[in-house]
């Protein structure tokens, strides 16, 4: 029967790394992080440097070293020190926070002009209101009427 039952074996055998393709690819690892190490060394005592000077020097992928490409939403962002922050001028705000104020505003009115009776709705409200009050006005005038009728039945009745 082959390996892996009757639907056969499925997969690559195992392959083991030889000692020494290891210990060749720790040593190289180990060579680029010391370079990686003086670079960041040498960086940071050049980091006076203009911005000019840091963008040109700067490793260029693919096409990007021999076309100057001038994309704006390519801005890398700058971290400001605490320094710089100006906290007292305004904070501009997001489109989403600003629909979001306009509709606290717009709601705020409304409610204002619905107390007020001032909105349709209001005046719809209120027009029902003044229906089922006089409803009801009407209602507690017949129970009051059938309820005198009754008594004077009943003191009839009892002569």
């Known amino acids: ?30 060579k680029l992080e010391e370079n ?34 001038e994309n704006p939403n390519r801005v890398s962002q700058k971290s400001k020190k605490v320094t710089e922050v100006d906290v ?14 306009e509709k606290q505003k717009s709601k705020e009115n409304y409610m204002k002009l619905h107390l007020e009776g001032k909105t349709e709705q209001a005046r719809a409200d209120l027009a029902r209101l003044a229906i089922i009050k006089k409803q009801r006005e009407d ?3 017949k129970r009051e009427e059938l309820r005198k009728e009754k008594e004077a039945e009943e003191a009839k009745a009892k002569r």
């Open 139 to 141: 209602a507690a005038k």
């Open 1 to 30: 029967m082959p390996r892996g039952g009757k639907k056969g074996h499925k997969g690559r055998g195992k392959q083991f790394s030889n000692p020494e393709e290891i210990d060749r690819q720790m040593r190289l690892q180990r």
């Open 36 to 69: 990686d190490g003086a670079e960041k060394e040498s960086s940071e005592s050049d980091e006076e440097s203009s911005s000019d000077e840091e963008s040109e020097s700067r490793k260029r992928s693919g096409v990007e070293g021999l076309i100057e490409i």
């Open 88 to 101: 007292s001028a305004p904070r501009e705000l997001s489109r989403r926070e600003r629909e979001e104020l």
